[in-house]
């Protein structure tokens, strides 16, 4: 009788210890997807940009893809801007009279590329744009994570094309659909 009620025992503790744990995978990976932060935990007040090598990086990166972007007028001071301190990356241009937001957001969105190429170059907790299979951009990597974005665009009679405040981790109204060929 012992022995009968001791292994009924022990047949319950098995389906009562298999039902009560918890399914773990062994194979399972705890990385942080680059989409939250550069790095998990890591104060923003740790990151601090070049901007004058920024600047320098995106007006080269634009000349080279050989698109004419006409429309946007020279700056001696050049179109970017940064505040490490505000954690700040600002874009100031003055277009030709005529221009159409369609065509700033393209010249925008090979910038933003370009910030996002610089940054990651400048500091590599940053990730660099994805760019898919058909050569499409698909974001502008995770710098606006860390650093909030303000465009001011206007025409050089004062029309305003853009005049927008992206706070660091809000969408960027700007879709990074540039293609490179």
């Not at 940054?119 to 606006?144: H, I, L, M, W």
């Not at 029309?159 to 060929?181: C, M, Q, S």
């Amino acid at each position: 009788m012992f022995k009968k009620t001791s292994s009924v025992f022990l047949l319950l503790f098995i389906i009562v210890s298999l039902f009560a744990c918890k399914k773990t995978d062994i194979n399972e990976t705890r990385e942080f997807p680059y989409e939250t932060a550069p790095y998990y935990g890591v104060p923003s007040e740790d990151y601090n940009l070049d901007f004058t090598d920024m600047n320098n990086y995106v007006i080269d990166y634009l000349n080279s893809e050989n698109m004419p972007f006409f429309f946007v007028k020279s700056n001696k001071d050049g179109i970017l801007t940064g505040d490490n301190e505000k954690k700040l990356i600002t874009i100031t241009l003055v277009c030709a009279k005529g221009t159409t937001v369609h065509d700033l957001d393209l010249f925008l969105s090979m910038a933003l590329n370009g910030i996002g190429f610089n940054a990651a170059e400048q500091d590599s907790r940053f990730k660099r744009p994805t760019v898919d299979s058909d050569g499409a951009f698909t974001d502008f990597g995770n710098v606006f994570n860390v650093y909030s974005l303000k465009i001011d665009a206007k025409t050089d009679d004062g029309e305003v094309l853009r005049d927008d405040y992206i706070n660091a981790t809000d969408r960027i109204p700007i879709e990074p659909r540039y293609i490179k060929e």
